[in-house]
């Protein structure tokens, strides 16, 4: 099945500071998406992106599709950011086949 | 955004007796959800897909048996984890598809935290 690596596993920042997560992929997607885990598990819809870039705020995201790879800005960062960011892919574009998860960053900003 | 919300957010049972969770859209219809579990400091692990009006797929290595799926409504799908052991103590995620502009986004319930003492 379809591989998503995502990395760094933990990043430490400093409020105010900038970061870049990356997400890998082994096949052609159809469907991926990033998520944000807040730390009462929750997770949050932050971008559906297969291809291009969109921004919402302080964050942005971009998937080169040809290259299998994809991209999470987070910009001026705030200790709210803190959590996990999860990228998911999906194969399929008939809604009905899962997402395969990466095993996330953890976040952590610092005041 | 569209909202699933789930039922209860924690409980707490002893072993032996069973637990149902539920999940719903609340402002859409689903006919498709997904039932994860995630241990502390892992990812999400997909447990099954439940389908209205029919059977749950299951993951290799998940019991059906033990994780009894209903998803009788295009909008409530149900887990009922029987038997419960101590092993069993997760967290549980359910998820639901909202049609947007033509694309399929997957939407999380807030969780339900099981402990089996």
């Known amino acids: 099945g379809i591989q998503v690596e995502q990395s760094p596993p933990d990043l430490i920042l400093q409020e105010g500071a900038n970061s870049t997560l990356r997400c890998n992929f082994s096949?052609?997607?159809?469907?991926l998406q990033w998520f944000h885990q807040n730390p009462w598990g929750q997770l949050i819809n932050l971008f559906y992106i297969p291809s291009g870039t969109k921004q919402n705020g302080r964050l942005s995201a971009t998937t080169v599709a040809t290259e299998r790879y994809s991209l999470l800005y987070i910009s001026s960062s705030q200790t709210t950011d803190s959590g996990v960011y999860f990228c998911a892919v999906e194969r399929s574009i008939s809604g009905n086949t899962p997402l395969v998860f990466g095993k996330g960053t953890r976040l952590s900003v610092i005041a | 955004g569209a909202v699933v919300s789930q039922h209860p957010s924690r409980v707490i049972c002893k072993s032996g007796t069973s637990v149902k969770i539920e999940c719903r859209s609340l402002d859409f219809q689903a006919t498709t959800m997904f039932w994860y579990r995630q241990f502390p400091k892992q990812s999400l692990m997909l447990m099954a897909t439940s389908n209205e009006g029919s059977k749950a797929t299951y993951e290799q290595g998940v019991e059906k048996d033990k994780f009894l799926i209903n998803h009788a409504s295009l909008t409530l799908s149900t887990l009922t984890v029987t038997s419960a052991h101590p092993e069993d103590s997760s967290f549980y995620i359910c998820?639901?598809?909202?049609?947007?502009?033509?694309?399929?986004?997957?939407?999380f319930g807030p969780g339900t935290r099981l402990t089996v003492t």
């Open positions: 998820s639901a598809r909202d049609l947007q502009g033509g694309y399929y986004e997957q939407y």
């Open positions: 096949d052609s997607v159809n469907n």
